[in-house]
């Protein structure tokens, strides 16, 4: 059995200077190669995630990188960082899929042309001064994906019992897939190399997470691994920062994406299945003769949800903006001016709290149709939602995040549930009849404490009927279901129910006890619409700082006449949870919001300022005592 020497481990203590003896030796030899793999062997690699950070290693690191790349350059006559297009044949992926059956076990083509492809250097393994292999890897990105490429056997892990999911596995046994990643051997052999020196000197300075380049030879080694015998090699682009073995620790991965990826490359998987997602739903509207369109982020007002905005200012315009919280307003006015079907899938900014299904930035879809309602929504929701997950994972039935043990099933009819009418059969009391009026709050409060629902303050009519819905309604939605018909005071814009004045023709869609949907019947009565924002800045007013505001201009828009109209609007992240199989949010996110690092320097002065200010609110305190005591005397 051949004993292969590993490279791949960085060594924080006796790397820098063993790299800087191999760089000065004018000979390639075993000898180095052993030198090189003590390094490895004799002490701690960089496998911890805490050591990633060190300063004054990471500084000599790049400075001998910077030397290997100098003796590189100097060797070989050749640059690094070249500005001109690689001409490249093949593909990771193309190449293995385009030789894998002409070639036999210990077999190589030698009369073809040579084929040229690139990838990043994952690691390298030393058999002898005439064999290396490397293991290269490439994204999927530029290539032509199907979802089975990437989740594999995961998909086929959750569901079993799917043929389908089987079959495409058996299809896939010949394209070896590492995430969002393919791979590729590279069998470095001396004897095909056409320059022996630059062998030499390509196999000293090339480290893990290098950007290469191979002309070469297809090939396939005795045990049957498809590989590429390179006839020259060029370095693209050195990697100057170590990567480590491992990354674990979220804190670092969520703030270091790139390294994140690298490391854990099955961690892209959600961002392939949510392009697929964002796809079929463009096409799906296109199809049905929606036109897509691009509303302002930034504004003077904030409306069309719920929710606290973030606040910016324009030195130009000498103007305070808000940051869109949702694109409803200007979707339903494009409707106004005639343009009978819109939508619009982009960015949302809330200044809320940040949990396992909320992200400050996040991506929702909003389409209007006119001439539609409420109805016409969820039967288009069943449609897309059970179309979308069937063309992007090959099934309806999909496993809930939290509980594999649970599957989702996405085909339609969806089950529906009535706001007040399940919340009276729960609780065994009746709802007051008037939910707008505040003196309903506390015969509401009453009805929760009976349940043990805890509402916070600020108290407000739409607040407490939210937290009822939280606490009864929601954990009943596991499968797909739709909470409708809503009470007006919950819902602004939404148009009152054909046949109940205090409740809406709106609902909500919940998967797994997470709220996915939001549609109602809009409404277009502009005197009502002004008395709904005057009844939500009653709601501001007592504290609510996610009340809506009066938007005059919306109202306006309002009595040029909105059509009979249904607006419906998805969460994107959280849909995409679900179809990726991950329980937090930060996962479908590539670069999620979170709050910097602090160094230890900074977090020193920080704490020794709270202590001076905690001393001197003391010696204030005495002070204004001992000034009491005198003042008594």
Same mark, same amino acid.
């Given at each position: 059995? $051949?004993?292969?020497?590993?490279?791949?481990?960085?060594?924080?203590?006796?790397?820098?200077?063993?790299? !800087?003896?191999?760089?000065?030796?004018?000979?390639?030899?075993?000898?180095?190669?052993?030198?090189?793999?003590?390094?490895?062997?004799?002490?701690?690699?960089?496998?911890?995630?805490?050591?990633?950070?060190? =300063?004054?290693?990471?500084?000599?690191?790049?400075?001998?990188?910077?030397?290997? $790349?100098?003796?590189?350059?100097?060797?070989?006559?050749?640059?690094?960082? =070249?500005?001109?297009?690689?001409?490249?044949?093949?593909?990771?992926?193309?190449?293995?899929?385009?030789?894998?059956?002409?070639?036999?076990?210990?077999?190589?083509?030698?009369?073809?042309?040579?084929?040229?492809?690139?990838?990043?250097? @994952?690691?390298?393994?030393?058999?002898?001064?005439?064999?290396?292999?490397?293991?290269?890897?490439?994204s999927l990105s530029t290539q032509e994906i199907s979802f089975n490429e990437i989740i594999g056997n995961n998909n086929n892990n959750n569901n079993n019992n799917n043929n389908n999911n089987n079959n495409n596995n058996n299809n896939n046994n010949n394209i070896r897939v590492n995430g969002g990643q393919y791979s590729l051997q590279v069998m470095a052999d001396k004897?095909?190399?056409?320059?022996?020196?630059?062998?030499?000197?390509?196999?000293?300075?090339?480290?893990?997470?290098?950007?290469?380049?191979?002309?070469?030879?297809?090939?396939? *080694?005795?045990?049957?691994?498809?590989?590429?015998?390179?006839?020259?090699?060029?370095?693209?682009?050195?990697?100057?920062?170590?990567?480590?073995?491992?990354?674990?620790?979220?804190?670092?991965?969520?703030?270091?994406?790139?390294?994140?990826?690298?490391?854990?490359?099955? *961690?892209?998987?959600?961002?392939?299945?949510? !392009?697929?997602?964002?796809?079929?739903?463009?096409?799906?509207?296109?199809?049905?003769?929606?036109? =897509?369109?691009?509303?302002?982020?930034?504004?003077?007002?904030?409306?069309?949800?719920?929710?606290?905005?973030?606040?910016?200012?324009?030195?130009?315009?000498?103007?305070?903006?808000?940051?869109?919280?949702?694109? =409803?307003?200007?979707? @339903?006015?494009?409707?106004?001016?005639?343009?009978?079907?819109?939508?619009?899938?982009?960015?949302?900014?809330?200044?809320?709290?940040?949990?396992?299904?909320?992200?400050?930035?996040?991506? *929702?879809?909003?389409?209007?149709?006119?001439?539609?309602?409420?109805?016409?929504?969820?039967?288009?929701?069943?449609?897309?939602?059970?179309?979308?997950?069937?063309?992007?994972?090959?099934?309806?039935?999909?496993?809930?995040?939290?509980?594999?043990?649970?599957?989702?099933?996405? @085909?339609?009819?969806?089950?529906?549930?009535?706001?007040?009418?399940?919340?009276?059969?729960?609780?065994?009391?009746?709802?007051?009849?008037?939910?707008?009026?505040?003196?309903?709050?506390?015969?509401?409060?009453?009805?929760?404490?009976?349940?043990?629902?805890?509402? @916070?303050?600020?108290?407000?009519?739409?607040?407490i009927l939210d937290e009822m819905a939280s606490t009864l309604l929601e954990p009943l939605c596991i499968q797909p279901t739709f909470i409708q018909d809503h009470p007006l005071a919950m819902s602004p814009l939404a148009k009152i129910h054909r046949n109940s004045s205090q409740r809406t023709e709106r609902f909500e869609l919940f998967i797994g006890g997470k709220e996915?949907?939001?549609?109602?019947?809009?409404?277009?009565?502009?005197?009502?619409?002004?008395?709904?924002?005057?009844?939500?800045?009653?709601?501001?007013?007592?504290?609510?700082?996610?009340?809506?505001?009066?938007?005059?201009?919306?109202?306006?828009?309002?009595?040029?006449?909105?059509?009979?109209?249904?607006?419906?609007?998805?969460?994107?992240?959280?849909?995409? $949870?679900?179809?990726?199989?991950?329980?937090?949010?930060?996962?479908?996110?590539?670069?999620?919001?979170?709050?910097?690092?602090?160094?230890?320097?900074?977090?020193?002065?920080?704490?020794q300022q709270q202590q001076q200010q905690q001393q001197q609110q003391q010696q204030q305190q005495q002070e204004k005592q001992k000034d009491n005591q005198q003042q008594k005397e």
């Amino acid at each position: 059995m $051949m004993l292969f020497k590993n490279l791949n481990k960085i060594n924080k203590n006796k790397l820098i200077s063993n790299l !800087s003896k191999n760089i000065q030796k004018s000979s390639y030899s075993t000898n180095t190669i052993n030198n090189k793999n003590k390094i490895s062997e004799d002490s701690t690699s960089i496998e911890n995630e805490d050591e990633i950070n060190n =300063e004054n290693y990471l500084k000599q690191y790049s400075q001998t990188r910077d030397q290997m $790349m100098n003796d590189y350059k100097e060797k070989t006559g050749k640059d690094i960082y =070249e500005s001109k297009a690689r001409k490249l044949t093949h593909t990771i992926k193309d190449f293995r899929k385009q030789f894998i059956d002409q070639l036999e076990n210990g077999s190589k083509l030698t009369e073809i042309e040579p084929i040229i492809l690139a990838g990043r250097v @994952k690691s390298i393994r030393i058999s002898s001064n005439k064999l290396v292999f490397i293991d290269i890897i490439s994204s999927l990105s530029t290539q032509e994906i199907s979802f089975n490429e990437i989740i594999g056997n995961n998909n086929n892990n959750n569901n079993n019992n799917n043929n389908n999911n089987n079959n495409n596995n058996n299809n896939n046994n010949n394209i070896r897939v590492n995430g969002g990643q393919y791979s590729l051997q590279v069998m470095a052999d001396k004897k095909f190399y056409r320059d022996t020196l630059e062998f030499e000197t390509i196999i000293t300075n090339l480290r893990r997470g290098d950007i290469i380049e191979i002309n070469g030879l297809p090939a396939k *080694t005795k045990v049957g691994e498809i590989s590429i015998i390179p006839r020259e090699i060029n370095i693209l682009t050195p990697c100057v920062r170590p990567i480590p073995q491992k990354l674990v620790d979220k804190e670092i991965r969520y703030r270091n994406r790139p390294l994140d990826f690298l490391v854990n490359p099955t *961690t892209q998987n959600p961002f392939y299945i949510r !392009s697929k997602m964002i796809s079929y739903l463009r096409k799906f509207l296109v199809e049905k003769g929606y036109l =897509e369109v691009d509303t302002p982020i930034l504004s003077t007002n904030v409306g069309g949800a719920n929710a606290k905005p973030f606040k910016t200012y324009s030195n130009s315009l000498n103007l305070e903006l808000f940051l869109r919280i949702s694109p =409803e307003l200007f979707l @339903k006015q494009l409707i106004i001016s005639g343009f009978d079907k819109v939508f619009e899938i982009g960015k949302q900014f809330r200044n809320e709290g940040i949990d396992l299904t909320h992200n400050p930035e996040f991506t *929702t879809c909003e389409f209007y149709q006119a001439y539609a309602d409420y109805e016409t929504m969820m039967t288009m929701t069943e449609e897309l939602l059970s179309g979308m997950a069937y063309d992007t994972l090959g099934t309806h039935e999909i496993p809930l995040p939290s509980n594999p043990n649970i599957k989702i099933n996405f @085909k339609g009819p969806y089950q529906r549930i009535n706001f007040i009418d399940k919340i009276q059969e729960l609780t065994g009391r009746q709802l007051p009849k008037d939910l707008v009026s505040y003196d309903c709050i506390p015969e509401l409060l009453d009805i929760c404490n009976e349940n043990n629902i805890k509402c @916070k303050e600020p108290f407000t009519p739409t607040r407490i009927l939210d937290e009822m819905a939280s606490t009864l309604l929601e954990p009943l939605c596991i499968q797909p279901t739709f909470i409708q018909d809503h009470p007006l005071a919950m819902s602004p814009l939404a148009k009152i129910h054909r046949n109940s004045s205090q409740r809406t023709e709106r609902f909500e869609l919940f998967i797994g006890g997470k709220e996915l949907v939001n549609a109602y019947s809009e409404l277009n009565d502009p005197k009502e619409q002004r008395k709904r924002f005057l009844a939500q800045s009653m709601d501001r007013s007592t504290g609510d700082e996610e009340a809506q505001i009066l938007d005059e201009s919306f109202c306006n828009a309002l009595e040029l006449a909105l059509p009979p109209t249904g607006g419906w609007g998805l969460g994107i992240d959280r849909l995409c $949870m679900l179809f990726s199989n991950t329980t937090t949010i930060r996962d479908v996110i590539l670069f999620p919001t979170m709050k910097p690092i602090q160094p230890k320097d900074n977090q020193q002065q920080q704490q020794q300022q709270q202590q001076q200010q905690q001393q001197q609110q003391q010696q204030q305190q005495q002070e204004k005592q001992k000034d009491n005591q005198q003042q008594k005397e």
